[in-house]
Each structure stands twice: as structure tokens, then as C-alpha cells.
């Protein structure tokens, strides 16, 4: 089975400083793997995703992730943080390989909490 | 640009009630996903549809909840009797034939009193 660890519950931070978002996942297969952010009341929207290739994978507002395979991490990360970064950001896993007659599902971590203070 | 929709955005209801959600994915996305979100928690899938066939509702609490998507576009998750733990935030998703990327709609806010 697979599951999605998000080390942090709650990442605070100053403006403009660099902050880095833990992910962990466990699989026995290969995985694609997503980052999600949902603003207060709002649904997810797509950061980035990684399905292959390089491992650092760059999204939407200047988040960037890295894909390392020996220690199952896709830590997330922003060089200059800004107030309208504050929302809750999700790591997602999916296997690659679509068994017989299955369907792969989304697997969600708990959210991480970003807070960008002045 | 499209986008997922559901309505309505919160619904306050009293247990043994029923209540009724609605989604209308991205036109031409024939995979359709409701998800449960609890609060502090992430989302969880309830089902997902491919077009009009239920492929996954293991999560799904028949006994008291249903999902239907008759035409195979928009769809309908229904409880009857609403509990009190059934408080959470309720998301469609949609996805395109051989994409990755599932689209979420902005969610409805449940509350059971």
C-alpha cells in the first residue's frame, strides 16, 4: 500500500526568506508524484508534478521540487516567500503502472501549513 | 480557461437529513472524482467514475452515501441520513482521457448540527 508522509504540519516563515516543504512517500512500485496547493475555501490547484526525467521539477510561482528515489522524497521548496504563498500545500503519490483491472488513485498526505508573516 | 463546478459552496444541514451535492466537470473529461476532505486532513477518495461507470467506491460509505452520473458528464453525491461526522469539505475532480493531472473544483462546505 502506499502512503504520503508530510513531516511538517505547520511551516512558519518571514517574507522574502527561503522555505522548504518535507514530503515522504512509501511505495513498492514506481510513482508519479504531485504537489497540490489549496487557498482558504478553495480546491487544489496543481504546483507541479513529476512523471519522469529530471528529477528537479519546477511548477507555477516559483515552486521548484526535487525527486530523490533513494530516500522516497519530494521535498518542496521557494527561494523568496511572499504573503500570498499562505495557504495549505499537499503531496500526492499515484503508481505508474496500472494494474489489471485497476485504477490508480491519488494518494494524499495531511497538508502542510504555510504561513508567510511580514 | 474551464473549470470544475459544484454547487452549492456550503450547505449547513441537521443529522438524519439528507443532502445533495452537484459537479459538472471540465467538458470532455471523461473521468470524474469525489473526494472527502475532514478538516486538517487531506483529501480522501469516495469514487471515481469512468464516464458513467462506477470504477473505484471502496471508500464510499454505501449505506448511507450514493453517486450517480447518469449521462456520464455531470454527477450528483448524495447522504441520507447526514451524520455529524460527515462535516468536511466535499471535491470533484476531473481528468482528461490519458492525462495525469486531476482538476478540482472549488469544493462544497458541509456541516452537520
Known amino acids: 500500500a502506499q502512503s504520503v508522509t508530510q513531516l511538517d504540519s505547520q511551516v512558519p516563515v518571514f517574507e522574502e526568506a527561503p522555505v522548504e516543504l518535507r514530503c515522504n512517500y512509501s511505495s513498492s512500485v514506481s510513482v508519479y508524484l504531485f504537489w497540490y496547493v489549496q487557498y482558504p475555501n478553495q480546491g487544489l490547484q496543481l504546483l507541479l508534478k513529476y512523471l519522469s526525467g529530471s528529477t528537479l521539477v519546477k511548477g507555477i510561482n516559483g515552486f521548484e521540487a526535487e525527486f530523490n528515489k533513494s530516500q522516497t522524497s519530494f521535498h518542496l521548496r521557494k527561494p523568496s516567500v511572499h504573503i500570498s504563498d499562505t495557504a495549505e500545500y499537499f503531496c500526492?503519490?499515484?503508481?505508474?503502472?496500472?494494474?489489471?483491472?485497476?485504477?490508480?488513485?491519488?494518494?494524499f498526505g495531511a497538508g502542510t501549513r504555510l504561513a508567510v508573516h511580514p | 480557461e474551464a473549470e470544475v463546478a459544484q454547487s452549492p459552496r456550503y450547505k449547513i444541514t441537521e443529522k438524519s437529513q439528507a443532502v445533495a451535492f452537484w459537479c459538472d466537470p471540465i467538458s470532455g473529461h471523461a473521468t470524474l472524482y469525489w473526494y472527502r476532505q475532514i478538516l486538517g486532513q487531506g483529501p480522501e477518495l469516495l469514487v471515481q467514475f469512468q464516464d458513467e461507470s462506477v470504477v473505484d467506491d471502496s471508500q464510499l460509505p454505501k449505506d448511507r452515501f450514493s453517486a450517480e452520473r447518469l449521462k456520464g458528464v455531470d454527477s450528483t453525491l448524495k447522504i441520507q441520513p447526514a451524520e455529524l461526522g460527515d462535516s468536511a469539505m466535499y471535491l470533484c475532480?476531473?481528468?482528461?482521457?490519458?492525462?495525469?493531472?486531476?482538476?478540482f473544483g472549488p469544493g462544497t462546505r458541509l456541516t452537520v448540527l
Open positions: 500526492a503519490v499515484r503508481n505508474q503502472i496500472i494494474f489489471s483491472g485497476g485504477y490508480n488513485k491519488l494518494i
Open positions: 475532480a476531473s481528468r482528461p482521457a490519458g492525462a495525469d493531472t486531476q482538476y
